[in-house]
């Protein structure tokens, strides 16, 4: 897929799952990925609605603006291990963690690796918050058997905390 995005001058957005990986870029250029991708073995490809262009070169302006208040923005490492989804690890330092926000947003979304790390260390129950379960979803495609527990609102809290203490 990179080389295809490489050739129709788009950018790989994210590595969703195992089979899924989305491209971000011009109309035309994401017109000319959909024309190619059967030529290059990809089953389906297919336009996605979204409002812009995230995760592509062509947000360069936004990560600026976000860079200058990133900037002036004090950050704290927490107790609690953070997985930047940017780097795929742990961000350790204020000037991690500030790095790969500026970076995440002209950036590929590296879901599958961060998703493999948090695997590969132990663990094995996770909280998808927000509505749709799609991360749920991938995760299923990443790895057989996990758990994965969708809360899209208070009663979907109240099922997971039931769920967690039962």
């Known amino acids: 897929m990179r080389e295809l995005a490489a050739e129709c001058d788009v950018d790989v957005a994210n590595f969703n799952s195992p089979g899924q990986i989305v491209v971000s870029g011009t109309e035309e250029g994401i017109a000319n990925v959909i024309a190619r991708a059967k030529d290059k073995g990809i089953r389906k490809a297919v336009p996605l609605p979204v409002a812009g262009a995230y995760h592509s070169r062509l947000m360069k302006s936004a990560q600026d603006k976000l860079a200058s208040v990133l900037q002036s923005t004090s950050f704290k490492v927490t107790d609690i291990p953070v997985v930047s989804n940017y780097e795929a690890d742990v961000v350790t330092s ?15 979304v590296r879901w599958v690796e961060s998703m493999q790390l948090l ?23 990443i790895q057989k058997g996990v758990k994965v527990i969708s ?16």
């Open 94 to 108: 204020e000037i991690v963690i500030r790095s790969t926000l500026e970076r995440q947003v002209t950036g590929s």
């Open 119 to 141: 695997l590969k260390e132990g663990h094995d129950l996770f909280l998808e918050l927000g509505p749709g379960g799609v991360l749920g979803g991938f995760m299923g495609r």
């Open 151 to 166: 809360i899209e609102d208070v009663k979907g809290i109240e099922a997971a905390v039931a769920e967690l203490n039962a």
